[in-house]
């Protein structure tokens, strides 16, 4: 979850690398699912009636932030770490549009491409999802109820830049692309005094 009032950016706008943990910066090219109608306790079969369109996000991530870098560890540590790190402001790109979903004929047909610095580092499918769009909607149906405008980020494929070592820097441009939904296209910038 992140949250959408300081993490959602517009396409176009920057991805601002943050002063209190600036090297560990990754991408993450998702498919966004936007809910339509209100979604609670829905079957598989039925869940892709309650997505109004797709979209492309980019989960941008902090792989090493350490909130508290002085404490001991503890054994929940690292999993909440993993969440903090996805907090930052401007850490979710979305757009350029929503795609209405009678225009998908298969969500699990889209080509999924990020390039950085025009440079392809994921290439993948949606047919490569671990768990469909119609499950995830209608597992987190189980959990929460759904309204409309609730957008789904359905996981990464291959191809983010920490296990290459490889990170965000400023000056970066980062170009995701999903099937017909089009390029959400975000310069990267070092954060400044007082923003």
Known sequence: MKPPSTTL?????PVIIPTISPDCIDWELELGVVIGKRCKVVSQADSLDYVAG???VND??????RPNPQRAERPKDKFFDWLHGKWHDTFCPMGPCVLPADEVDDPQSLKLTLKLNDEIEQDSSTSQMVFPVAAIVSFISQLVTLEPGDVISTGTPSGVGFPKGKFLKPGDM?????????ILRNPVEAESAGS
């Open 174 to 182: 980062i170009e995701a692309e999903i099937g017909s939904i089009g």
């Open 54 to 56: 797709y979209t492309v």
């Open 60 to 65: 941008i991530s902090n792989r090493k932030y």
């Open 9 to 13: 950016t517009n396409p176009g706008d």
